[in-house]
């Protein structure tokens, strides 16, 4: 499986972003896929997952409300829409596949970074 992940970039806060995934490798539509961060001096933390359906989605309490994951299994892509940026969103986000239970993943992207400005 590989994963690449686009779309970073600065943003002030209050802003949008949306974070699109690739996914190759594999048949897409046969897995469940994740986004996780990575804020500068901290531990990676989930973010949001979508099972491979697309009829189930999970949030971190971080992002319910502003963040929205989404999937196109046509495309072989899952997105990350994220509303109302804050400075603590400022991090590298990683879109993975092969979820576990622990909250890890078998297969991780190369990540891309968001800036959120105050």
């Known amino acids: 499986v590989q994963l690449q992940a686009f779309g970073g970039g600065l943003v002030q806060a209050g802003g949008f972003l949306r974070l699109p995934c690739a996914f190759s490798g594999r048949t897409f539509s046969s897995y469940a896929m994740g986004w996780f961060r990575q804020a500068p001096g901290k531990e990676r933390e989930f973010v949001a997952a979508i099972s491979w359906s697309g009829g189930s989605t999970y949030y971190a309490d971080s992002a319910k409300g502003r963040f929205t994951i989404s999937r196109d299994n046509a495309k072989n892509t899952v997105y990350l829409q994220m509303n109302s940026l804050k400075p603590e969103d400022t991090a590298v986000y990683y879109c993975?596949?092969?979820?576990?239970?622990?909250?890890?993943?078998?297969?991780w992207g190369q990540g891309t970074l968001v800036t959120v400005s105050s």
């Open positions: 993975a596949t092969g979820l576990t239970p622990a909250g890890d993943a078998d297969y």
